[in-house]
């Protein structure tokens, strides 16, 4: 048996954040688009205002278990009422073909397990003179996933494992969240020596739908037993979960609460008046800072002093279990605690949004040419959190004030390298940071897409079609001298 939280965490991870986008955020003309990455894009941008339409973007990556030989377009597109899923050991001979085949990583390490799907609604930027950007805009989005789900629990090696083989469990959470948030954006400029200095920031207010979040606070002991049962000793820990959904004939998110966040960045432009507009473009942003409070919710703490049995059969009645967590929580709490209701400690709780430190470098080559280097690391948090994975990537792009050209390579998690491919032709932007994941037939591990329609055809000062204010490659002069200048009296 492996834990129904586990199973739970691993269905998160499969239900849905372009996790960074980087084609979309990377280049000069990102706008409103570049804020969630950098707040400070829209100094840099050279046209000086920006309106997002719509944006849609998702993202999903596991390293716990795939789907044999095929894509996001061949799934999508051959999904119906009459797709059957089946486990790679049930397979005997060939396989049906609105039939797909479930199987496991036998990986040794820590699994991870990641989602996110957002809409961007419209967004509007705007730089005010040379110095000043503002900006306000406005996202849905769902969030879910563990970067440490236990490799014990591995598929395959877990089956392997004989009755009453006694292992450890080390500690682990994950969680998954909903919501809805509206931003608004800030940023300055100062003048340097070599170039400019700057800072921005983003506030954003949310508002809290669906969430649900698991702890464990301590390495227990773990005792596989016959018929689906195993012995939990010493184990501690806690979950929650909202409850506006419960017992109701088809899910429908509900408000449940409110939270803060915050992005910030300093970025430095080196040699200004260089190709491009700037021969370096150095950065550094502290991204998802903030909280999310789930107020129509449950929250519990169990512990097993000193072990306790856990029936499998006793949670998989349910035909829906995410209509009856409460009743699936109940019986846990009667399992490991002999009380029904003494695990539950709390009618509310708090997850922490997924922070994380991003460095970036752009070089310009010359006009159309640019390179950009991007680390994201992901920072623990005191609450339990979404958690995102790490990428180092490398973006080299054609960019011109018309249309731009990307292609990310991305080393996701310091284990799976990814090639993507972005384009924009005027308005809309189209593209992926895994392409390789929507076409042919291959080991299905997750997918990564995402889209948005802008709209800026003139400049605010130059008139319709009036070359966008472009530093290079789109119209307007290049500002020179970027040195603090020296006046005489």
Request: with cysteine; net charge neutral.
């Amino acid at each position: 048996m492996r834990p129904s939280i586990l199973l739970l965490l691993l269905l998160v991870g499969q239900v849905s954040f372009a996790q960074y986008q980087l084609g979309l955020r990377t280049e000069r003309y990102s706008g409103t688009s570049g804020l969630f990455l950098n707040p400070t894009s829209q100094l840099y941008n050279p046209l000086k205002w920006d309106l997002n339409l719509v944006g849609v973007g998702a993202f999903i990556s596991n390293n716990y278990t795939f789907l044999r030989q095929t894509s996001t377009t061949d799934f999508l597109f051959s999904l119906s009422d009459k797709t059957d899923l089946i486990k790679a050991e049930h397979v005997e001979g060939s396989v049906a073909q609105d039939t797909y085949v479930i199987d496991f990583n036998n990986a040794k390490r820590r699994h991870y397990a990641t989602t996110f799907g957002y809409v961007d609604g419209p967004a509007l930027s705007v730089r005010i003179a040379e110095n000043h950007a503002v900006g306000i805009f406005s996202r849905a989005a769902v969030l879910g996933g563990s970067q440490d789900i236990p490799a014990v629990f591995s598929y395959y090696p877990y089956n392997d494992r004989a009755f009453y083989d006694t292992f450890t469990v080390p500690k682990f959470q994950g969680a998954a969240m909903g919501w809805k948030e509206f931003g608004v954006n800030y940023a300055y400029k100062l003048p340097t020596y070599y170039g400019s200095l700057s800072f921005g920031i983003n506030v954003r207010r949310l508002t809290t739908y669906e969430g649900a979040f698991i702890t464990s606070d301590r390495p227990f002991r773990y005792t596989k037993l016959p018929d689906d049962v195993a012995t939990l000793e010493n184990a501690e820990g806690e979950f929650g979960f909202t409850t506006t959904h419960l017992h109701a004939n088809e899910f429908k998110p509900r408000k449940s609460g409110n939270g803060w966040a915050f992005d910030l960045a300093a970025t430095a432009l080196i040699d200004e008046d260089g190709y491009g507009g700037y021969r370096w473009r150095l950065s550094a942003a502290l991204l998802d800072i903030g909280w999310a409070r789930f107020t129509s919710a449950e929250k519990h703490h169990i512990g097993t002093d000193p072990s306790a049995n856990i029936d499998l059969h006793d949670y998989m009645k349910y035909s829906n279990q995410l209509m009856h967590l409460d009743d699936i929580a109940r019986q846990f709490s009667y399992e490991t605690m002999g009380d029904s209701l003494a695990s539950l400690i709390g009618n509310s709780f708090t997850l922490a949004l997924p922070a994380s430190l991003s460095l970036q470098a752009d070089y310009a080559l010359n006009n159309l040419v640019f390179v950009n280097a991007t680390l994201v690391q992901s920072i623990p948090t005191p609450l339990p959190s979404p958690q995102r994975g790490c990428i180092l990537a490398l973006t080299p792009r054609l960019e011109h004030r018309w249309f731009s050209l990307s292609a990310p390579m991305v080393l996701y998690n310091w284990s799976s390298l990814r090639m993507g491919l972005a384009a924009r032709l005027g308005y809309l932007v189209i593209g992926s940071d895994h392409v390789g994941s929507l076409f042919g037939q291959k080991d299905f591990y997750g997918t990564d897409f995402y889209v948005a329609l802008k709209f800026n055809p003139f400049d605010l000062n130059l008139g319709w079609f009036g070359g966008g204010g472009s530093t290079g490659s789109g119209g307007k002069k290049i500002r020179r001298g970027g040195k603090v200048k020296c006046y005489q009296f």
